[in-house]
């Protein structure tokens, strides 16, 4: 069962790029790797969702290896409104139990002006 | 116009009390799922949930119960309530896609505390 590791936390300032990392050392063949971003007092929203290589979508960009191992969330220029948690998930296609659904730990990314 | 909604936001009780958490989605969604968040943010699956079957995570206590009376609904009943579910509960909800792909989307969280 996939089990996933993220930095607990990251501070960078407004116009970097950030990076984060999540390891996932036992993925398997048909997990998916989604992030997701969580603001103080919200729920968790969808950023971004890959199963090999790069994707990227208009807020985000994921790349993951060839061997799946890890992946990194990249997340271009961030501003100040971009400080939250960062979670990474790893599901199975197909699960059939529901603590098949792994979240990560979450980083908690502090931007700073 | 919420897509995944809550109720309560906030529940404070006594410990032994029965309580119920409520979760409408207007998303046309066939999938539901309770998670429970610590104090260390932890996010842990408790229930999915859609028309056909109720997937357990068995880690739960038989306390806890999802009820659903339609798609639109999935509402946690927690009974005999304990200082250890102190917590923030989180409904969400997805297309019943391939398992593994789907993007759920989380309603605004519950804080139950428990004295």
């Known amino acids: 069962l996939a089990k996933t590791t993220q930095p607990i936390s990251m501070d960078s300032y407004e116009g970097q790029e950030v990076n984060i990392t999540c390891s996932h050392n036992n993925i398997a063949t048909n997990d998916y790797i989604t992030w997701y971003q969580q603001f103080p007092s919200q729920g968790p929203r969808f950023i971004i969702q890959g199963y090999k290589t790069k994707v990227t979508n208009e807020v985000a960009s994921l790349f993951i290896p060839a061997d799946r191992k890890s992946s990194t969330l990249s997340l271009p220029r961030v501003s100040l409104s971009d400080t939250a948690v960062y979670y990474c998930?790893?599901?199975?296609?197909?699960?059939?139990?529901?603590?098949?659904?792994?979240f990560g730990s979450g980083t908690r990314l502090s931007i700073r002006p | 116009d919420t897509a995944v909604s809550q109720t309560p936001k906030y529940l404070v009780t006594q410990m032994g009390n029965d309580k119920s958490i409520k979760c409408e989605q207007n998303?046309?969604?066939?999938?539901m799922y309770w998670y429970k968040q610590d104090s260390k943010k932890f996010l842990k699956i408790m229930f999915s949930y859609n028309n056909k079957e109720l997937i357990i995570n068995e880690t739960v206590p038989n306390r806890f119960s999802p009820k659903s009376p339609d798609k639109a609904h999935l509402n946690l009943h927690i009974n005999s309530l304990e200082l250890g579910d102190s917590a923030v509960y989180f409904c969400?909800?997805?297309?019943?896609?391939?398992?593994?792909?789907?993007?759920?989307?989380f309603g605004p969280g519950t804080r139950l505390l428990v004295l």
């Open positions: 998303l046309g969604h066939d999938t």
């Open positions: 998930l790893v599901a199975l296609a197909g699960y059939s139990s529901a603590s098949k659904i792994i």
């Open positions: 969400a909800s997805s297309h019943h896609r391939d398992r593994g792909q789907e993007t759920q989307y």
